[in-house]
């Protein structure tokens, strides 16, 4: 049964992993360097614990764009 648990854990983990990188694919970063990829994502967790409607910003631009794949 543990087994069971650790398989289906880690293959949500697994498929959580390759949505992200979906993402930076959407994005349109695919060839960016993986430093700069990160640089900017440790930038991004700073902007959004001190700036209360970045995340707002960001949310409205990632709507559309998900919004937008329907076209």
């Excluded at 949505?19 to 900017?40: D, H, N, P, S, T």
């Excluded at 700036?51 to 794949?69: P, S, W």
Aim: aromatic share 2%.
């Amino acid at each position: 049964m543990a087994r069971t648990v650790t398989s289906e854990a880690r293959k949500k983990d697994t498929r959580e992993k390759i949505e992200l990188g979906g993402l930076i694919v959407k994005a349109g970063l695919r060839f960016e360097k993986r430093a700069m990829l990160l640089g900017a994502l440790i930038e991004l967790s700073t902007r959004l614990k001190t700036d209360a409607g970045e995340r707002g910003r960001l949310t409205a631009i990632g709507a559309e764009a998900f919004t937008n794949d329907g076209e």
